[in-house]
């Protein structure tokens, strides 16, 4: 079962959780990311840096409830970090518990207890061989998993953890034990064969249940425990050689930290470091600086003031009694996953790939998550990396993209910068103008187009402008989009030759002109005719008025005669 999930909806393609993998155990494909179980040493610095909170620890709460209900004899175990963390004693944090429904409380320090008193042991049946300490389940596994050549140097002896949930299966063997502490490798401890451990809580999964239950923790800043016990000190860093009886001749020395603990286990496989005892932490600080403190950002030189005040001693006799007799002996073997290392030609075909085709293209910028451009090829190479995971790769191909597409646009484009001048022109944008682009790079944008609209645009708090021009000295009508990219800080201007439309509209006006001044001169013509006819028309309608009244007077005669 995998300690870590990912909420894959969640996961944005940032590689944060890649760049602060210390082992690179994180693969990521179709943009999400998932752990690589096999490789993971369980540091938990993807779940604290991760920008989404994509990543999470399995909760174990739900779990202990049941147990809680279902057994009589459920046993916390605490680490002597707690102290440091909610910053009360031991008799109010055993109270605190209890009233979740805890049988008992026991200190963990008890544990570490033993647990130094066998590495003295066996330090000093063999003083001048170099040893490291194995209480960090998180080195253990950095070494098992990726270093296992240094394994040999780890004292053989059980986790403080595992060695005080023997310890409380002699005295309850019926019991479920519950490890409450700082640190997400436990969760992986855990699940290990013979760990006598049930469930692990981290401090913030424990504060939110006492929150849940309405059980209010009251620091005590001045806290003091009933009792001084010296092994107390094992969560800061050098706490554990305090408590130890050191051997003369012998360099006690602590490290915390990945990169002095990486660094001193190249030393020790070199033999660079003979006659040594090393206590090594993977948190900086040590315990008080796991993953619960960073994610509540406390201070590790805080945390050690509060592990001194909750040891309450530096005298070596005043420890914890452990009266059981017990095999805390243990072995660690190699769980390296191996990979076969690439070939130069398959790192080369891949950086190729990335758009990489010398050493000056691998600019080592880190934002895929790997240190170096061959790193990363490693990467994709092994499955766990995607050649798109490269920001310098996306960038020139989004540019290209787009380059190709400002090229191929019928309309013209024009990029300019703040003072103005030319950064680019398509094609089209030199057909308008009957020059080619090499002519336009770097002169004012004023020598085609008059800068007024660029002014407006950029003295005013709008993004667009839109305006109809006419350019006299080409004769051109144009429709101008202009777009601001304040990020950017360029001005793209969009141009469409609109001179034909332009021109034809014109054309169809004089037509139209023309032809009502045809028609102006037809109805002037119509208009003299009728005047001319009506005219002629009056003159014959008088003289036809006159003979026929001569004819009529001339019949009446007749008439008048007879």
């Known amino acids: 079962m995998s300690v870590l999930q990912f909420k894959k909806v969640n996961c944005k393609d940032c590689y944060k959780c890649v760049r602060y993998c210390p082992v690179k155990s994180i693969r990521v494909k179709d943009h999400a990311a998932s752990i690589l179980p096999g ?8 779940t604290i840096v991760c920008p989404q909170h994509a990543k999470e620890d399995i909760n174990d709460v739900p779990m202990i409830q049941v147990l809680l209900e279902q057994h009589e004899n459920v046993i916390a175990m605490i680490a002597p970090s707690f102290a440091a963390y909610f910053n009360i004693s031991f008799e109010t944090m055993k109270k605190y518990l209890m009233a979740l429904g805890f049988a008992d409380v026991f200190e963990v320090a008890e ?5 130094k008193s066998a590495y003295e042991k ?44 023997k310890i409380l299966r002699e005295r309850y063997p019926t019991g479920k034990f519950v490890f409450i502490g700082p640190c997400l490798s436990k969760k992986g401890e855990a699940f290990e064969d013979g760990s006598n451990v049930s469930a692990v809580l981290l401090f913030e999964e424990l504060e939110e249940w006492f929150q849940k239950e309405n059980i209010a923790i009251t ?61 090594m932490n993977f948190c900086k600080g040590g315990c008080i600086g796991g993953p619960s403190f960073r994610r509540k950002e406390l201070g590790t030189l805080r945390g050690a003031v509060k592990i001194r005040q909750a040891a309450g001693t530096t005298d070596y006799t005043e420890d914890f009694q452990v009266e059981e007799e017990l095999d805390f002996s243990t072995e660690f073997r190699s769980k390296r996953v191996l990979r076969l290392e690439p070939t130069e ?33 490693r990467a994709v190479i092994h499955g766990k990396a995607e050649i798109t995971m490269c920001m310098p790769y996306i960038r020139k191909r989004a540019e290209n993209y787009a380059d190709t597409i400002i090229q191929s646009i019928p309309r013209g484009v024009l990029t300019v910068d703040m003072s103005l001048k030319i950064l680019q022109a ?112 009056g003159e014959t309608a008088s003289e036809t008025k006159i003979a026929i009244s001569d004819l009529k007077d001339t019949v009446m005669m007749e008439d008048f005669n007879g």
């Open 39 to 46: 490789e993971c040493i369980l540091c938990g610095n993807c």
């Open 111 to 115: 544990g570490a207890h033993v647990v």
């Open 122 to 165: 066996i330090i000093a049946e063999d003083p001048n061989k170099t040893w490291i300490t194995s209480c960090c389940s998180t080195v253990n596994y950095y070494i098992k998993k990726h270093r296992p050549e240094a394994a040999k140097y780890l004292l053989p002896v059980l986790t403080p953890m595992t060695a005080h949930a």
């Open 219 to 279: 620091q005590e800043e001045d806290f003091m425990n009933e009792s001084a016990r010296l092994s107390r000190l094992f969560p800061m860093s050098g706490g554990i050689l305090a408590t130890m009886k050191q051997e003369p001749g012998i360099n006690y020395l602590p490290i915390s930290g990945f990169d002095g603990v990486a660094h001193t286990i190249d030393d020790v496989i070199a033999g660079k470091l003979p006659g040594c005892v090393i206590e």
């Open 345 to 377: 030609e398959q790192i080369e075909a891949v950086l190729r790939q990335m758009d990489k085709f010398s050493p000056e293209d691998e600019l080592n910028c880190g934002i895929c998550g790997y240190p170096t451009c061959r790193d990363k090829a």
């Open 426 to 537: 398509n094609p089209a944008a030199c057909e308008i103008f009957g020059v080619d682009a090499d002519s336009l790079i770097g002169q004012p944008v004023r020598t085609l187009l008059d800068d007024s609209d660029f002014i407006a645009l950029l003295s005013s708090n709008e993004e667009t402008f839109n305006s109809n021009i006419y350019l006299p000295d080409y004769n051109l009508y144009l429709d101008e989009t202009l777009h601001y990219n304040r990020e950017a800080q360029i001005v793209i201007c969009i141009l469409k030759n609109v001179s034909e439309k332009k021109f034809k509209q014109r054309r169809a006006l004089q037509k139209k002109q023309q032809a009502a001044a045809i028609a102006d001169q037809i109805v002037e013509k119509q208009l003299r005719m009728v005047h001319e006819i009506a005219s002629l028309l």
